[in-house]
């Protein structure tokens, strides 16, 4: 008896030795991003970092990509939330849904170019990317605030193609991954990449007030030559009827 309870044993130890076996080789990966850097905008109420991204490959080409909004003592602050979201993908066959489900309202949207160059993919004057998740921006319940995630699956994608950093665009540098928080003092916001791509500094924004608004030098310019202009035909008038 005791020699078939060692077979039996042997025989169970066979079997569960051949499910690990065909337990398919990397059939979950994950690869997280940190956002933790402010390249643009005033320095949120907290240092950060903000928010975290992962995608993880299940099995097969699918990816679950989950975004999360951190709260505590180093994520958003009272009255923070997030209204932009990009990242990049290597691949080039990758679907995308529509929409994402969780804690906060938005849509995810895939830039018609590659590299990107479209203005709505581009983050703070930094760089493109050729997903981006444009969040709710009212204020009722579906801002993506502290504490709360949302996700989606991408096809046709593993973990390891999320690697690629935006495609530059005369910024402060590249990022993996870039968020927009918004609701900060003033009406300011903060741009946030991560500084796991290698990029060095103190992680402080500029003071919202210090950063001009593009449109705004725009309208200006035109007014400072016109106003010079203004002045150096009254110099010249001035001149003349001196020598007169």
Same mark, same amino acid.
């Given at each position: ?66 975004? @999360? ?7 958003? %602050?009272?009255?923070?939330?997030? /209204?932009? $979201?990009?990242? &990049? !993908? #290597? ?82 540098? @590249? ?7 918004? %609701?900060?003092?003033?009406?300011? /916001?903060? $741009?946030?990449? &991560? !500084? #796991? ?48």
């Amino acid at each position: 008896m005791k020699g078939m309870a060692g077979v039996r044993q042997l025989v169970m130890v066979a079997v569960v030795a051949a499910g690990v076996a065909w337990l398919p080789m990397g059939a979950e990966a994950t690869i997280t991003y940190n956002l933790d850097f402010v390249f643009a905008g005033q320095q949120p109420a907290n240092y950060g970092p903000w928010g975290t991204i992962s995608f993880t490959t299940t099995g097969g080409t699918n990816t679950l990509v989950t975004m @999360t909004a951190l709260d505590g003592a180093t994520g958003l %602050g009272a009255g923070e939330f997030i /209204s932009f $979201w990009g990242f &990049n !993908t #290597s691949d080039t066959s990758f679907i995308a849904p529509a929409s994402l489900s969780g804690a906060a309202t938005g849509t995810i949207g895939v830039c018609p170019t590659n590299p990107c160059t479209s203005a709505q993919f581009k983050a703070g004057g930094d760089g493109y990317y050729n997903v981006v998740v444009s969040f709710e921006t009212a204020n009722n319940a579906g801002r993506l605030t502290a504490g709360e995630s949302v996700s989606f699956t991408i096809q046709n994608a593993i973990e390891t193609s999320f690697s690629p950093l935006s495609n530059p665009g005369g910024g402060a540098g @590249t990022y993996n991954t870039a968020l927009h928080i918004q %609701g900060l003092p003033s009406g300011s /916001s903060a $741009w946030v990449g &991560n !500084t #796991s791509t290698g990029r060095v500094g103190t992680g402080i924004g500029e003071i919202c007030s210090e950063v001009p608004e593009p449109g705004g030098l725009a309208l200006a310019v035109p007014g400072l030559l016109g106003i010079g202009g203004l002045l150096g035909t009254r110099f010249g008038s001035h001149i003349r009827r001196m020598i007169a």
